[in-house]
Each structure stands twice: as structure tokens, then as C-alpha cells.
T-cell receptor
């Protein structure tokens, strides 16, 4: 397996534009997590899904952020409209939810909003 | 709702054992102790987890105190590539559970 795949790896966009980050979890995993990492706030959990259903989105900063998981092999995190303070590295992770032995992380998407 | 406390930074000489402490005094009976690390610019990587017995794998050893209120991650022969931020997390094993990271310990291995 190629692991958790995130795209794009880098994204530079102008303030006000819509940004969509993509994640393909490891096949067979049924839990998926989205994180945001900044120097100031560290690694923050934004939302997590189990069996494609959002379980906890309390970490989503505001209505500009939305996440979907239409099927077991794909998830998106959308920011609309984007703001400079959204600049961060966004990580996606997946695990097999029934055992929770370990979560596997993607390489992240570095987002810069100018 | 920080469940763990770790020192913000530590140093260790290359080739020596690195011992990273973690306090989790409010741990519940069904919560496991997990360790992850994050090497610069990469996603976090799972290291090891345990409930109450000491655990060892190819990466590290985990020592959990008898009262389970603290634990120590041991890297037996640290290398420069072990320089990273190490996160200690407590989490229930079964079911759909969130995975929440604290600030971790920044471990620097010195040549």
C-alpha cells in the first residue's frame, strides 16, 4: 500500500479563493482524521470520520471550513473563502477504527494564503 | 483537556539511551498510552503503545509505572535521525476515538 496520500503537497492561493485539500486513506481503514499544524498552535485535530460519518467536528475553526467523506477511499477539506491565517500544514491520517492500534499520516499539504 | 504532561525539550548524546518521560495522572483504566514522533516536515509516526505491561518493539521500549500515572519512552541507542518531537497520548483502544496531540517533547540528539 502506498500509505495515506494527500494532494496537493503545496498550495499557494490568494485570500478569498476556495481551497480544496484531498486525502486518500489506506485501503481497509475506517477512521480518518484531518489535522492542522502551525508553529503557534501545534497539531490541532479538526475533524474525524468513522465509517465515512463525521464523528466530531468540534475542532473545525469556523463555517469557512468544511469536510466530506463521500466514500471509504476519499475525503476533502475545503476552505471557502480562504484567509491568510489559514496558512498551515494540513495532515490527513487514517486508522482501523476497531482496534486503534496506530494511525498512519500522510505527508501533509502546505497551504499558503497570500 | 490535556491528559498528558511532557517536558518541552530534551537533549541526548548520540549512541546513548534517550529517556522521555510523560505524566498521565488522570488516566482511566481502559486508556492506553501511545507514543508518536514527528520528524521535521513529516507527518507524525506511530512508535509504540501499552496498557500496563512494559512493551518493546524494534523502535523503542515503553515503561509504564505500576500505578499507570506516568510512563517513559526509551530509545536505547539514539541516533541523529531520532531528533524529532515526541508525543505521549492516552486513548481508549476500542471504538472510534479521536487522536489528540499535546505539545510534545522536542528531542535533540547531539553528535
Amino acid at each position: 500500500d502506498a500509505g495515506v496520500i494527500q494532494s496537493p503537497r503545496h498550495e499557494v492561493t490568494e485570500m478569498g479563493q476556495e481551497v480544496t485539500l484531498r486525502c486518500k486513506p489506506i485501503s481497509g481503514h475506517n477512521s480518518l482524521f484531518w489535522y492542522r499544524q502551525t508553529m503557534m498552535r501545534g497539531l490541532e485535530l479538526l475533524i474525524y470520520f468513522n465509517n465515512n460519518v463525521p464523528i466530531d467536528d468540534s475542532g473545525m475553526p469556523e463555517d469557512r471550513f468544511s469536510a466530506k467523506m463521500p466514500n471509504a477511499s476519499f475525503s476533502t477539506l475545503k476552505i471557502q473563502p480562504s484567509e491568510p491565517r489559514d496558512s498551515a500544514v494540513y495532515f490527513c491520517a487514517s486508522s482501523f477504527g476497531h482496534s486503534n492500534t496506530e494511525a498512519f499520516f500522510g505527508q501533509g499539504t502546505r497551504l499558503t494564503v497570500v | 483537556d490535556a491528559k498528558t504532561t511532557q517536558p518541552p525539550s530534551m537533549d541526548c548524546a548520540e549512541g546513548r539511551a534517550a529517556n522521555l518521560p510523560c505524566n498521565h495522572s488522570t488516566i482511566s483504566g481502559n486508556e492506553y498510552v501511545y507514543w508518536y514522533r514527528q520528524i521535521h516536515s513529516q507527518g507524525p509516526q506511530y512508535i509504540i503503545h501499552g496498557l500496563k505491561n512494559n512493551e518493546t518493539n524494534e523502535m523503542a521500549s515503553l515503561i509504564i509505572t505500576e500505578d499507570r500515572k506516568s510512563s517513559t519512552l526509551i530509545l536505547p541507542h539514539a541516533t541523529l535521525r531520532d531528533t524529532a518531537v515526541y508525543y505521549c497520548i492516552v486513548r481508549v483502544l476500542q471504538g472510534a476515538q479521536k487522536l489528540v496531540f499535546g505539545q510534545g517533547t522536542r528531542l535533540t540528539i547531539n553528535p
